[in-house]
């Protein structure tokens, strides 16, 4: 059949514009198949990372129809049948089949398909992604794992740096100081490595503001295209509740907020927004300038009958409490 692959091409500084390729394939070539003849019969100076055929390198990361994947891993046929079951039921039975291909985001673009990956390479060192052992004494032999321990580091092991999560983050798009899934899946690795020796350091670096675990939006975007089932997000949700088993509620405002969150929805079902942004702006009384921020948009509120002047608890609220208590019990 043919297909018709339409590449984002760009150079440094300029303009991206699209260039169109037919091309006579089978449903199961993979993209990068594809991409291969495409360069090596019809235009040499299309440019793309590849690195094969080890195993799954990571190194053909692009966007293929507007998601992140490895070039290497999706075929024709699995993306025309997921591209069709996007379409419109009017537009799913046109004979003409597409396929777009663009570089990763988040990234500049050096060439085509190829991006700089500075800043991802730069965020993963932010973390200190090595194992410590500094305040250990060199031992006589190596150091000894449980098989629990070891499988502990199993999941974010089969990270292959791909990039495709980071390129997908719209926390890291929209804030430049976000290290990005990829350093925080790394990042936990190291939390959960018995090994290391610099656990309360690690946690009080990912701890800084937007820059580390709280800059996360919690958009999905990253488990939902990573090819090695990382879960970025599942790490960083893990490295949060290390960080809330050690601090107190008035240490900051993103860890109130989680916690303020947990015990208003164990007293009354759902939340009290009459407590909710006092206890976490304010923290009661010791920030008075917290709560004197809160006075205008709680008139605004007033005077639009917003404000709930009462609280009743919801059904069930048992039952929440005890499956909140259930979970922390678990998990501690």
């Known amino acids: 059949m043919e297909v018709i692959f339409k590449i984002i091409r760009?150079?440094?500084?300029?303009?991206?514009?699209?260039?169109?390729?037919?091309?006579?394939?089978?449903?199961?070539?993979?993209?990068?198949?594809?991409?291969?003849?495409?360069?090596?019969?019809?235009?040499?100076?299309?440019?793309?990372?590849?690195?094969?055929?080890?195993?799954?390198?990571?190194?053909?990361?692009?966007?293929i129809n507007g998601r992140s994947a490895l070039a290497c891993k999706e075929n024709v046929g699995s993306e025309l049948a997921r591209l069709q079951h996007l379409q419109s039921p009017e537009t799913q039975n046109k004979t003409i089949h597409e396929i777009t291909i663009a570089p990763l985001g988040n990234m500049a673009v050096i060439k085509d398909l190829v991006v700089d990956m500075s800043s991802f390479w730069n965020n993963l060192e932010a973390v200190a992604p090595y194992v410590s052992t500094a305040a250990r004494q060199v031992p006589e032999k190596e150091f000894l794992?449980?098989?629990?321990?070891?499988?502990?580091?199993?999941q974010t092991g089969n990270c292959i740096m791909c990039g495709a999560c980071y390129s997908e983050c719209n926390a890291r798009e929209v804030n430049s100081d976000f290290v990005g899934p990829h350093a925080l899946a790394k990042a936990y690795r190291m939390v959960a490595d018995s090994r290391d020796s610099n656990t309360e350091n690690r946690l009080k670096n990912y701890n800084q503001g937007t820059k580390g675990v709280w800059g996360c939006t919690r958009c999905f975007y990253c488990d939902s295209v990573c090819p090695m089932e990382v879960a970025p997000l599942e790490q960083i949700t893990k490295i949060k509740q290390e960080i809330l088993d050690r601090k107190q509620a008035s240490d900051s405002r993103s860890i109130?907020?989680?916690?303020?969150?947990?015990?208003?929805?164990?007293?009354?079902?759902?939340?009290?927004?009459?407590?909710?942004?006092?206890?976490?702006?304010?923290?009661?009384?010791?920030?008075?300038?917290?709560l004197l921020s809160l006075a205008p948009l709680g008139l605004r509120m007033l005077v639009r009958g917003k404000f709930p002047l009462s609280f009743k608890p919801s059904e069930g609220t048992e039952q929440v409490r005890s499956l909140i208590e259930s979970v922390q019990k678990t998990e501690s």
Request: a positive charge.
């Open 256 to 290: 109130r907020h989680r916690k303020v969150l947990i015990e208003l929805v164990k007293a009354g079902g759902w939340i009290d927004e009459r407590q909710f942004g006092i206890q976490i702006v304010g923290n009661y009384f010791p920030y008075l300038k917290g």
């Open 145 to 154: 794992q449980t098989p629990h321990e070891r499988s502990l580091l199993d």
């Open 10 to 63: 760009q150079q440094e500084n300029s303009a991206p514009v699209v260039q169109t390729y037919p091309l006579q394939v089978e449903l199961g070539n993979t993209i990068l198949d594809c991409l291969n003849r495409i360069k090596w019969e019809q235009d040499g100076t299309l440019a793309f990372r590849k690195n094969c055929r080890n195993t799954i390198c990571g190194s053909c990361s692009m966007q």
